[in-house]
């Protein structure tokens, strides 16, 4: 038997499919390498490259492979991008979920497990935000991956399908060997932002409001590790493999750090300066977002192992130093060619 993972060669999913494949487990993945990479994948999980919201391709694999939980990462998850482009989330997040959900009751699929967001809790009324906060998401984004949590929750109700809603809060970091880490273009992610500042690739790192009732003015954000939050869906799988009911889950560590003290931890582990430029909020921007995370410590086998700033800032740079130094060396065999 085995595990499907959609969008497993992306940036989460390609730490999770390691996290599986290191447990003893049959991953088989499909992506559409739009912002995943193949060489990220071990050579034990058979890569399909296509779309999740193709039934033909899903099934075909679902059938060939004896897949019995899915773990659905494919979709898109930047939340200025959902503001220009709301259509193009509603696509690609609720309607690939909508087509990979329905291939699954067909298939007879009874564990699932979600990608979603903190996103979904808009500007919570409460901090830390519980899983039962009220949703009211401020970006198409966070519209988007609510809607497919609530199809999900009506999809299992009707078919009997068991799942879990890892809503994440800011995912950064990268692998501890360096294997891989955060390579899309453009990224958005603040930490990746801060140490591509750090290794010269960018002339300054714009910080978004200043002006907010916080501490020292900038937006604050629970950090979660990647590895960390790869493990957390590697419970998650034992979880309903155990027979547990559907559960919502939010992935942080509980503490919450300024962008400003994002920046300066970035620093610290960097011995470098880089230029900051303040520039004003941007639309959809949530002020404070800290997990109560005492539901995942209560109901996952899941401990934390990377719950430092310093710690997820210093595997940051380390695996943007080895994309830099890759980068110079093929363009260095470029030229020589």
Same mark, same amino acid.
């Given at each position: %038997?085995?595990?499907?993972?959609?969008?497993?060669?992306?940036?989460?999913?390609?730490?999770?499919?390691?996290?599986?494949?290191?447990?003893?487990?049959?991953?088989?993945?499909?992506?559409?390498?739009?912002?995943?990479?193949?060489?990220?994948?071990?050579?034990? *999980?058979?890569?399909?490259?296509?779309?999740?919201?193709?039934?033909?391709?899903?099934?075909?694999?679902?059938?060939?492979?004896?897949?019995?939980?899915?773990?659905?990462? *494919?979709?898109?998850?930047?939340? +200025?991008?959902?503001?220009?482009?709301?259509?193009?989330?509603?696509?690609?997040?609720?309607?690939?979920?909508?087509?990979?959900?329905?291939?699954?009751?067909?298939?007879?699929?009874?564990?699932?497990?979600?990608?979603?967001?903190?996103?979904?809790?808009? @500007?919570?009324?409460?901090?830390?935000?519980?899983?039962?906060?009220?949703?009211?998401?401020?970006?198409?984004?966070?519209?988007?991956?609510?809607?497919?949590?609530?199809?999900?929750?009506?999809?299992?109700?009707?078919?009997?399908?068991?799942?879990?809603?890892? !809503?994440?809060? @800011?995912?950064?970091?990268?692998?501890?060997?360096?294997?891989?880490?955060?390579?899309?273009?453009?990224?958005?992610?603040?930490?990746?932002?801060?140490?591509?500042?750090?290794?010269?690739?960018?002339?300054?790192?714009?910080?978004?409001?200043?002006?907010?009732?916080?501490?020292?003015?900038?937006?604050? !954000?629970?950090?979660?590790?990647?590895?960390?939050?790869?493990?957390?869906?590697?419970?998650?799988?034992?979880?309903?493999?155990?027979?547990? +009911?559907?559960?919502?889950?939010?992935?942080?560590?509980?503490?919450?750090?300024?962008?400003?003290?994002?920046?300066?931890?970035?620093?610290?582990?960097?011995?470098? @300066?880089?230029?900051?430029?303040?520039?004003?909020?941007?639309?959809?921007?949530? %002020?404070? %977002?800290?997990?109560?995370?005492?539901?995942?410590?209560?109901?996952?086998?899941?401990?934390? !192992?990377?719950?430092?700033?310093?710690?997820?800032?210093?595997?940051?740079?380390?695996?943007?130093?080895?994309?830099?130094?890759?980068?110079?060396?093929?363009?260095?065999?470029?030229?020589?060619?």
């Amino acid at each position: %038997m085995s595990v499907l993972v959609t969008g497993g060669a992306g940036y989460i999913g390609s730490h999770t499919v390691h996290a599986l494949v290191e447990a003893g487990e049959n991953v088989v993945v499909i992506d559409n390498l739009s912002t995943g990479f193949s060489q990220f994948l071990p050579e034990s *999980a058979p890569l399909f490259i296509g779309d999740a919201a193709d039934e033909n391709l899903v099934e075909g694999v679902i059938s060939a492979h004896g897949v019995e939980s899915i773990i659905h990462f *494919a979709g898109s998850v930047v939340v +200025p991008e959902s503001m220009r482009d709301p259509l193009a989330y509603y696509r690609n997040n609720t309607m690939t979920t909508r087509s990979l959900l329905n291939v699954a009751v067909k298939c007879g699929i009874n564990r699932f497990i979600f990608s979603s967001t903190a996103a979904v809790y808009g @500007n919570p009324e409460q901090v830390p935000v519980p899983e039962s906060a009220p949703t009211r998401p401020l970006s198409p984004y966070g519209s988007s991956k609510l809607m497919t949590e609530i199809m999900l929750h009506d999809v299992a109700s009707a078919h009997g399908m068991n799942h879990v809603v890892l !809503r994440y809060f @800011n995912v950064a970091g990268a692998d501890p060997q360096a294997r891989m880490g955060l390579a899309t273009a453009g990224a958005t992610h603040l930490l990746k932002i801060a140490v591509e500042a750090a290794t010269g690739q960018r002339a300054k790192i714009d910080v978004f409001g200043t002006d907010y009732p916080t501490p020292d003015g900038s937006c604050i !954000r629970d950090f979660i590790h990647v590895s960390d939050l790869a493990q957390a869906h590697r419970s998650a799988l034992s979880y309903l493999r155990g027979g547990s +009911p559907s559960v919502t889950l939010n992935c942080g560590y509980g503490r919450g750090y300024s962008v400003l003290e994002t920046i300066e931890a970035v620093r610290r582990v960097c011995g470098r @300066n880089f230029a900051v430029q303040y520039a004003p909020r941007r639309p959809g921007d949530i %002020m404070t %977002m800290i997990a109560d995370t005492s539901r995942i410590r209560g109901v996952l086998d899941w401990t934390p !192992r990377y719950d430092d700033l310093e710690t997820i800032a210093r595997h940051a740079l380390q695996w943007e130093e080895k994309l830099f130094h890759e980068r110079q060396a093929d363009q260095q065999h470029a030229v020589s060619a």
